[in-house]
């Protein structure tokens, strides 16, 4: 008789009444690699793992329905479920369901009195998704801004977030492959879906409502801190279809057509976004917003674009940037 066949990750056993092993397996399956092909299993099993009380599980299960995840997107049910995690005891979903309710004041949970569903009963997505009038400060290329497009408390909830999960921040090279480089000397995150929260997810969606560009163009939401110093030399977002190994890439993800850039403070000197070729500088306040087209009007390569993130020469810099394609990624 020969070997007998190891069962795939995906169809072991977990105990049944088990919620915190039916998560650690859920979120195994959800960061692998090939997720995709587990996912309805690990779906599944989070789903199992909320049913059996586990606020981490309803939280992010809270978060899928925010943004489709195997499903059309639903905030009511996201907002819905979001109470049910505070209920099963997570602070943190607590604290979103009142910076949720009001943006402009900090989350409190020992303050909080009434119930939760009091909490969700206050939100409107309608009021979370506006956003300030723009303001023109270039036409070629095109730049605009945004005052006040967060609050101070969503700044401080996202800067918190990723404080303690820095890196050193990457680029993309001409050989089409990520990788740290001397012009860029801050450090980052990136917030995968695993790491998302609704305060984020709002945060995303009042973007896609500022730009009229939908959700599913977007990459993964960063935010970049920047030391005495730091900086991010004079380049461009836009990948370059002139360079051979940036071709599939193009093809299978799209040209990175915009960027939007949310200042997430405001206690540092210096720190500018340059655009030099047109002699255009902006620092913003705590919660002002830049964004620009890396493309011109016809979808080419715009080098007006180039640009630089300035140190700041005391302080810190925090911001949350969003990068933009002119399509949804082609399927594995």
Same mark, same amino acid.
């Given at each position: ?5 190891? #069962? &795939? ?11 915190? !092993? %039916?998560? =650690? %397996? ?6 692998? #690699? ?36 195997? &499903? ?49 009963? &206050?939100?409107?997505?309608? &009021? ?15 730049? =605009?801004?945004?005052?006040?497009? !967060? ?64 959700? #599913? ?38 040209? =990175? ?53 300035? #140190? ?15 399509? !949804?990624?082609?399927?594995?």
């Amino acid at each position: 008789m020969g070997a007998v066949d190891q #069962p &795939r990750e995906d169809q072991r056993s977990v105990p049944p009444g088990d919620p915190e !092993a %039916q998560y =650690r %397996q859920a979120i195994e399956l959800l960061a692998a #690699p090939d997720s995709d092909s587990h996912l309805e299993h690990g779906i599944a099993l989070l789903d199992a793992a909320s049913a059996g009380g586990l606020a981490a599980a309803t939280e992010l299960c809270a978060v899928f329905e925010a943004m489709g995840v195997r &499903r059309r997107p639903n905030w009511d049910r996201a907002f819905d479920r979001l109470v049910e995690a505070a209920e099963q005891g997570s602070a943190r979903a607590g604290m979103q369901l009142l910076l949720l309710a009001d943006p402009t004041s900090e989350p409190d949970i020992g303050a909080q009195l009434g119930s939760w569903l009091d909490v969700r009963e &206050r939100i409107s997505l309608e &009021r979370l998704l506006k956003s300030g009038e723009r303001v023109t400060l270039s036409d070629a290329p095109r730049v =605009r801004v945004i005052r006040e497009f !967060a609050t101070a408390p969503e700044c401080r909830w996202v800067i918190e977030r990723a404080r303690e999960r820095l890196k050193p921040a990457m680029i993309f090279d001409h050989s089409g492959r990520h990788v740290v480089d001397p012009g860029r000397s801050n450090t980052g995150m990136d917030f995968r879906v695993l790491e998302m929260d609704l305060v984020l997810e709002v945060l995303r969606a009042r973007i896609s409502a500022a730009v009229r560009v939908p959700l #599913p163009v977007f990459e993964l939401t960063q935010v970049f801190h920047y030391a005495p110093g730091e900086e991010f030399r004079l380049h461009h977002d836009y990948l370059d279809p002139s360079n051979p190994d940036h071709r599939k890439h193009l093809a299978d993800h799209g040209q =990175r057509i915009a960027t939007f850039l949310v200042y997430l403070n405001d206690d540092f000197e210096g720190g500018e976004t340059e655009f030099p070729k047109v002699d255009v500088r902006f620092r913003g306040n705590a919660g002002d917003a830049i964004f620009w087209a890396n493309v011109d009007m016809d979808g080419a390569p715009d080098p007006l674009s180039f640009h630089s993130g300035l #140190p700041p020469s005391s302080g810190e810099k925090w911001l949350l940037s969003q990068w933009i394609r002119d399509r !949804a990624a082609s399927p594995a």
